[in-house]
């Protein structure tokens, strides 16, 4: 049972892709406690900077993403990173939020043509470019659930920002990982796209 397993024996199951839905359930529910202090310690509610309901409903997801990153033989455990990572992200969200619009979503400052540059360079025209051919190669993408996750995530959303995970799951009746599995793999197709037109 996931139970009996240690932190570290359920993050290679993540990392490794095995049992991934009872691993995840376990840390969790091991690590919430930590993630939520420093989302209450850095963010709040009323951050006009922050959407402080987003940070709580990707809980699921941020613990999922720090195991994935998670490297054991750097020698901190796993609550000491994850509640770095926690803080860190906080804060970088709120610095990032107070300097432009939040319409500039996480996908397109990870896409290639934004990499090496710094943020204040990117003006809101090659953001806005960048986002038109991302949709365009989504669009094409065989597996049509690709499509309507993207629209949720980045268009749809919540208060101009990316909608959460479990929100989106719930809509597509698809477990969190699942939408995670899918969006990742059309984020490394479009990268390709994209890659290929430079």
């Not at 990153?69 to 455990?77: F, I, S, V, W």
Request: with cysteine.
């Amino acid at each position: 049972m996931s139970s009996e397993l240690s932190d570290l024996d359920l993050i290679k199951n993540l990392q490794n892709q095995v049992d991934i839905q009872n691993s995840l359930i376990e840390l969790v529910d091991r690590h919430s406690g930590i993630y939520l202090d420093m989302v209450n310690n850095y963010a709040s509610p009323n951050n006009p900077f922050i959407d402080y309901n987003e940070l709580i409903q990707d809980k699921e997801y941020k613990i999922y993403d720090a195991a994935i990153k998670y490297d054991p033989d750097r020698g901190a455990k796993f609550s000491t990173y994850l509640g770095n990572e926690t803080k860190w992200m906080c804060l970088n969200l709120y610095n990032r939020n107070k300097r432009r619009p939040a319409f500039q979503s996480e996908y397109i400052e990870n896409m290639p043509e934004s990499n090496n540059m710094e943020d204040d360079t990117i003006s809101d025209s090659i953001r806005q470019d960048l986002f038109n051919k991302v949709l365009s190669i989504i669009k094409q993408h065989p597996d049509k659930r690709v499509e309507k996750i993207f629209e949720m995530r980045y268009i749809v959303g919540t208060k101009n920002k990316v909608m959460p995970w479990k929100q989106i799951g719930d809509h597509m009746n698809l477990s969190i990982q699942g939408c995670i599995n899918i969006h990742n793999s059309a984020v490394e197709h479009v990268q390709q796209e994209l890659v290929e037109e430079l």
